[in-house]
């Protein structure tokens, strides 16, 4: 019974915001917008399908040089059959991002090819429900989730692959409302631990203390974290199964998820560090009154990540 009660408590708070239906609703309001990002080059993570996938072909369609990164060459290869003339603007990168190895040798490709981005697209991201460790010993969700976006950013900056003005999207997702900022369980490696659903908003609520700690930090660039709403795609349908096919009817399409992505990217607008933005405007950050108590601050969360990637 407590459990129903708890259900209904979140589809009535959530729903319609969340759904294709605070989309419709909300754009009503919009005055019209037609980006163009010519001249620009990104790079996008998760790149290959779902909300990555969108955010490519939008920014490629509007002009930019898009560097598309993911592990499946055939997937991003197709990516580029499937954009038509967009797809000239689009650069596959093939590189594993839960690998900090890997992550690492992309930093270093793009360098050495001499590129110098615009909007760096953190999207890469994903929920597992049963722990999976990677090749170099961490727990996957949190490598592909944040690990991977804080090394791209930091190492990003200090080699120069990111412009001094550059803008950095940060994907996070509503799941961040059911966690605090706990920098303990952000790499939980012991099976009897694991909860892949906790894990994910750990890692979620960490993005978007990452962006306040960058905003503050490095301020001629603009730093957002964002929220897609709850969109039809792979990843959902894999992770959440039932709850892709009841609510499939009112599940956002890669464009409504990813509008506002690329709104921030052309737009810019100032906000306060950390804003949560869903649909063109900062959300709450904290829906739950207990994920706002916390012993940690954004720079234990740094020093954390920090001493994780000197691990190698
Ligand atoms: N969809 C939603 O409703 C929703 C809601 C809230 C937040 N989000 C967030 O939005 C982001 C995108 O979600 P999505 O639903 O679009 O995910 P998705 O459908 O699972 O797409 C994931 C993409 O990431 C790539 N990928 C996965 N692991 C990778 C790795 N280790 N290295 C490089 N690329 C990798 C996959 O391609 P390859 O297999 O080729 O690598 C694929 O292109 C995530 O951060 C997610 O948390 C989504």
């Known amino acids: 019974m407590a459990m129903l009660l708890k259900i209904l408590q979140f589809y009535g708070r959530f729903l319609l915001s969340f759904s294709a239906i605070g989309f419709w609703w909300r754009q009503l309001f919009w005055p019209p917008f037609k980006p163009d990002f010519s001249g620009q080059t990104w790079l996008v993570t998760g790149a290959s399908g779902g909300l990555g996938k969108a955010i490519v072909q939008a920014a490629a369609k509007s002009g930019a040089t898009v560097l598309a990164a993911a592990r499946s060459e055939a997937k991003l290869k197709e990516l580029v059959a499937d954009s038509g003339s967009a797809g000239a603007n689009i650069i596959p990168v093939v590189a594993d991002l839960s690998l900090v190895k890997d992550t690492a040798a992309m930093i270093d490709k793009l360098n050495a090819e001499g590129r110098k ?74 099976p009897k631990q694991y909860r892949g659903v906790f894990a994910y908003a750990v890692h979620k609520r960490g993005q978007a203390e990452l962006t306040k700690y960058w905003a503050q930090k490095y301020r001629a660039m603009k730093f957002y974290v964002m929220h897609p709403g709850w969109a039809k795609t792979d990843g959902v349908k894999t992770a959440l199964p039932r709850f892709y096919k009841i609510l499939n009817l009112v599940l956002r399409d890669g464009h409504q998820g990813t509008d506002t992505a690329i709104w921030l990217a052309a737009t810019k607008p100032n906000c306060e560090p950390g804003a949560f933005w869903l649909d063109r405007a900062p959300r709450e950050s904290h829906a739950f009154a207990m994920t706002r108590i916390t012993k940690n601050l954004p720079a234990d969360l740094v020093d954390s990540l920090s001493k994780e990637l000197a691990k190698g």
């Open 117 to 190: 981005i615009d909007v760096l697209m953190n999207n890469v991201g994903l929920l597992l429900d049963d722990l999976v460790l990677t090749a170099e010993g961490r727990e996957t969700t949190f490598a592909t989730n944040i690990l991977t976006h804080f090394q791209l950013t930091e190492r990003g900056i200090e080699t120069g692959l990111l412009k001094p003005d550059a803008v950095v999207v940060n994907m996070s997702s509503g799941g961040m409302y059911n966690a605090p900022l706990l920098v303990s369980k952000m790499n939980v490696t012991d």
